[in-house]
Every structure is written in structure tokens, then in C-alpha cells.
Nanobody, 124 residues
Framework: QVQVVESGGGLVQAGGSLSLSCETSGRTFSRDTMAWFRQAPGKEREFVAGITWNGGIRKYADSVAGRFTISRDNAKNTMYLRMNSLKPEDTAVYYC?????????????????WGQGTQVTVSS
């Protein structure tokens, strides 16, 4: 059974930091491109950051570049998102996603595997 499970969300004050994890199992994700998306209430799901299978290429949304860092540990089947200098507008449900191609896509429709999401709330 394929599983993608996010963890690490929570409530943090503006300016604070939070780290998210995405654990995968049930198939080999080590060759997948993986990404973080987020969805705020009333808004569409948006791309946050993506990373190729070996971490060689990383891509960030303009809104988080310089504040967020994506990484992965294939030996642990886990991807991470370190979020610094958080802002109230970062409040959303954060989702982990994977696709079987080698390039990073910013379109959620291009990802086949999804987690259930973890809530991140940033208070002002």
C-alpha cells in the first residue's frame, strides 16, 4: 500500500520557524521528483517547492524563496521542508506530492501521489 504522510505542522508566531516531514512507503520514491504544495482556505492549491530525485535541482515559489528550504533523504524515504521567517500569509494546509518524472513541475495535476496534508498556522 502506497503511503505519503506529512507531519510537523502546527501553530507558530510570525517570524518563527517550523519543519515539515514527508514519509513515503509502499513503493520506491527515491527516483521520483517530489514537491510541497499548499492550500489556504478559499484559494487554489499552489506550488511551494520541488526537488529532483537526487536533490540536484531545487525550485521555489517566489513567495518562499530565501525563507524555505526543501531537502530529502532517500535512505529514509523522507522529504523535508524547513520554513523560516514565517508570515501569516504562509498559513495553509501543506501537502507532499511525488511524480515519476525527472523534472519539477509547478502544476499539481502533474503529481500522482499525495499525502493528506498538515496544517500550518502562522499568527500575527
Amino acid at each position: 500500500q502506497v503511503q505519503v504522510v506529512e507531519s510537523g505542522g502546527g501553530l507558530v508566531q510570525a517570524g518563527g520557524s517550523l519543519s515539515l516531514s514527508c514519509e513515503t512507503s509502499g513503493r520506491t520514491f527515491s527516483r521520483d521528483t517530489m514537491a510541497w504544495f499548499r492550500q489556504a482556505p478559499g484559494k487554489e492549491r499552489e506550488f511551494v517547492a520541488g526537488i529532483t530525485w537526487n536533490g540536484g535541482i531545487r525550485k521555489y515559489a517566489d513567495s518562499v524563496a530565501g525563507r524555505f528550504t526543501i531537502s530529502r533523504d532517500n535512505a529514509k524515504n523522507t522529504m523535508y521542508l524547513r520554513m523560516n521567517s514565517l508570515k501569516p500569509e504562509d498559513t495553509a494546509v501543506y501537502y507532499c506530492a511525488a511524480r515519476e518524472l525527472f523534472t519539477i513541475s509547478t502544476a499539481s495535476s502533474q503529481y500522482s501521489y499525495w499525502g493528506q496534508g498538515t496544517q500550518v498556522t502562522v499568527s500575527s
